[in-house]
């Protein structure tokens, strides 16, 4: 059924606002500034809350269950991350204002960049980048300005495995650079001999993506990078997929030259309504100086037992401005907090976490779903939503199967190289009890596919909205639902 909208449920002088009588001389309003035309629902005030309380309940979110959307990192956002970023000190500054009355932000940005240091082990950061593909984005234009300046302007090749995330290939044509495919091998790795006959003088750099979006830490790491620099490429990583490493391996001592953070993933900020986020990108120390300005350091050390100064430094061959002011700094609260909030044995923790996590959940589901590459995995893992013996079945039935027993759905149909792939992430949040809810209801739906298929061609049975013509909704989207005028 579908539900009213809050201007179906307007009744004619009905209202949700008393307003005290005034104590002025009434006035008319300048024409010009009423929209008699705007067709504003004229409801009560319990009825709006009412309205809203329910369609929230529509709405699917971790705070309701595990959400194991591969690849997206969904895990718990701890409710302090909340309290920090809403701080009155925080929510009252504005970026305009003048540095020496900023300086708790700046030296919440400086101490942001040291911790990101600290986990990766990259030289410099920049915060200014609004999400993951941003800082793709900013570093394959690093990785451009190094070059120039070298003069070695032939270099407009970018490598990118067949098992990178999809905003790799993206960002890099979106600056002009030249895609070029890297296959994988049977085990899931980069192809080492592709890689070396893809390699040459036009090698601007290579984009990895590990653990790559197969869940698979790639084994031959050291011949890749290598590989990549004695062809006078850099390497850049993408660590959106941090969540499995922290603590345990730091990407710049494994020679990655640069690389994004997903604060928004890794550091908990809630991200499933698509933002904001924050995609903070490290590098070594050849690549400080095309960093994007301004970066947040000490403009004036201290005397005595004073703080310095903090303030904003241009680097000195910089790529320029990537994000208006200083990125966004609601999010850099919620991801210093939590970084504060576990310390490093704790970030270790986390990751060791969501590494068994993954594995326990792969270990129940490999004799129901077939899973191609099937060795130890990092923090997910991809299976095929297929059976020979369960003809017309697709991952996508699977998918909206699970939305009937309220479970959202793992990311399907990615990465491209697993057919029918389901991308299963876990995260270290979940206890073994909602690993095992979710195992279970898995089994059963590779059941039903098997005893009754049409439960799931035809689902989802109970969700609000019902099976969609995805290629329809993506072309034709209809947000206004039940809105006729
Ligand atoms: C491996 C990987 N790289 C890049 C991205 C892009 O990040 P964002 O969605 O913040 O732009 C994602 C997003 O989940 C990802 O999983």
Redesign the pocket.
């Known amino acids: 059924m579908r539900e009213p909208t809050i201007f179906e449920l307007s009744s004619n002088g009905r209202t949700g606002v008393i307003f005290p009588e005034a104590d002025v001389p009434l006035a008319e309003l300048p024409e010009k500034m009423l929209r008699r035309d705007l067709p504003l629902p004229e409801i009560s005030e319990i009825d709006v809350v009412r309205h809203f309380t329910h369609l929230s309940h529509l709405n699917y979110s971790i705070d309701e269950n595990i959400y194991p959307l591969g690849?997206?990192?969904m895990k718990y956002n701890p409710r302090i991350n909340e309290e920090t970023a809403r701080m009155p000190g925080f929510i009252f500054s504005h970026p305009m204002q003048a540095i020496e009355t900023v300086q708790g932000n700046l030296v919440l940005m400086y101490q942001l960049q040291e911790w990101l240091k600290a986990i990766s082990g990259f030289h410099a950061i920049t915060l200014q980048p609004a999400?993951?593909?941003?800082g793709?984005f900013t570093g394959v234009l690093i990785i451009r300005a190094y070059h120039r300046d070298r003069n070695d302007l032939k270099r407009t090749k970018i490598l990118i495995p067949d098992s990178a995330?999809g905003?790799?290939p993206a960002s890099s044509s979106m600056i002009g650079m030249e895609v070029l495919t890297v296959p994988s091998d049977a085990r899931g790795n980069v192809d080492l001999a592709a890689l070396k006959k893809s390699c040459d003088e036009t090698t601007a750099g290579l984009m990895l993506?590990n653990p790559n979006?197969l869940g698979l830490f790639d084994e031959n790491i050291q011949q890749v990078i290598d590989i990549v620099h004695q062809a006078g490429g850099l390497v850049y990583g993408?660590g959106?997929?941090l969540n499995a490493l922290m603590g345990i391996i730091r990407p710049a001592d494994m020679g990655i030259d640069l690389m994004h953070f997903?604060l928004?993933?890794t550091f908990s900020t809630p991200?499933g309504g698509g933002g904001p986020?924050s995609?903070p990108v490290g590098v070594s120390e050849a690549l400080v100086d095309f960093l994007p300005e301004p970066v947040v350091g000490v403009i004036e050390e201290a005397e005595e037992d004073l703080p310095p100064l903090y303030g904003f430094i241009k680097p000195a061959k910089t790529i320029g401005r990537m994000k208006s002011f200083q990125g966004h700094f609601g999010v850099l609260v919620r991801a210093f907090t939590y970084i504060m909030m576990h310390g490093a044995a704790g970030l270790r923790n986390a990751s060791e976490m969501a590494v068994l996590n993954a594995n326990y959940l792969l270990a129940r589901l490999r004799n129901t779903y077939k899973v191609p590459y099937d060795r130890i995995c990092m923090h997910e893992f991809v299976a095929e939503g297929r059976w020979p013996d369960a003809e017309g079945i697709h991952a996508l039935d699977i998918a909206k199967r699970l939305i009937d027993y309220n479970l959202h759905p793992p990311t399907n149909y990615f990465p491209l190289i697993v057919p029918e792939a389901l991308m299963i992430e876990p995260t270290e949040t979940e206890s073994k009890q909602s690993l095992d809810a979710f195992v279970d209801i898995m089994i059963k739906i590779a059941g039903e596919a098997h005893s009754s298929p049409e439960l799931l061609k035809n689902a989802p049975h109970h969700a609000p909205v019902k099976r969609l013509d995805e290629v329809k909704a993506a072309r034709d989207l209809t947000l206004c639902c039940g809105r006729t005028e």
């Open positions: 690849s997206c990192t999400a993951g593909a941003h793709e995330h905003t790799n993506t979006t993408d959106a997929n997903n928004h993933k991200h986020g995609g």
